[in-house]
């Protein structure tokens, strides 16, 4: 049980632009449940050290949040409601509610028309329309991870591994073994990706060749999530 576990207020954060604005989520144990709010957070840096100040505090959100994507001024915030909700954070308003068809994992922006979320399945969205124009379906179901490798491309993350897609024709391209349960994955650069998971394992993919080209050890327990800054890879396990 979680509430057994945060006793602190913990944060999730997202990069809002290139200026030093951030958004910030906040958990905060409330009584029998969790109390969440959405803010935008200044972030500058004084004398080596990060100063917070938040600018904006957006509405609440009703269940607990599971990820979130920005183009600015757009959030994509999804929760355990099965929801993915899309705000402008100019307006402090929640535009429209799109419905997935589970707990929605993960959330990764194409283009500044088109977002994916993966949950049972994967589904590709039209931010203007707030349609579904395509639903990508794997056997072994629940999707812990996706990012954008090129404008038709994406790539996936589960239990059965690592999926490339097509998001233009819903085609899956390729389907590559890693080593145990995916559960992050993220782009190197053009032809390589990264993907890390239960194998406690960074293992990393020529995506034209579909090999593995290098696998990175050092990690005593399971790989949560990838980040890359230039050519630096930060990856914390549980």
């Known amino acids: 049980d979680r509430r057994d576990v945060i006793e602190k207020k913990t944060t999730l954060m997202s990069i809002y632009d290139k200026s030093q604005n951030l958004y910030q989520l906040r958990v905060l144990l ?13 972030a500058e840096c004084k004398d080596d050290k990060v100063e917070l100040q938040t600018l904006k505090n957006l509405s609440q959100s009703p269940n607990s949040v599971t990820c979130l994507a920005v183009i600015n001024p ?12 899309i705000w ?36 590709i969205w ?26 038709k ?13 097509n998001i233009e024709t819903g085609e899956k391209m390729c ?12 782009v190197f650069n053009p032809v390589t990706i ?14 034209e060749t579909s090999k593995c080209i290098n696998t990175l050890k050092g990690h005593s327990d399971s790989i949560t999530c990838i980040a890359k800054l230039d050519t630096t890879i930060f990856f914390p396990a549980a």
């Open 30 to 42: 409330k009584d029998a449940g969790y109390h969440e709010q959405l803010s935008i957070i200044d």
């Open 74 to 85: 757009t959030t994509f915030v999804s929760s355990e409601d099965h929801k993915l909700r």
């Open 88 to 123: 402008n954070t100019d307006k402090n308003e929640c535009v429209t509610t799109l419905e997935g068809d589970g707990i929605i994992q993960c959330i990764a922006v194409v283009n500044p028309t088109m977002i994916v979320s993966g949950s049972n399945s994967i589904q």
């Open 126 to 151: 039209n931010i203007e329309t707030s349609k579904c124009i395509h639903i990508l379906e794997i056997e072994d179901n629940i999707i812990r991870s996706i990012n954008v490798v090129n404008p």
């Open 153 to 165: 491309t994406i790539v996936s993350g589960s239990m059965g591994g690592i999926y490339m897609w």
């Open 175 to 186: 389907h590559l073994k890693g080593n145990g349960f995916t559960r992050c994955v993220n």
């Open 194 to 207: 990264i993907t890390g998971g239960s194998s406690n394992t960074l293992q990393m993919w020529n995506i």
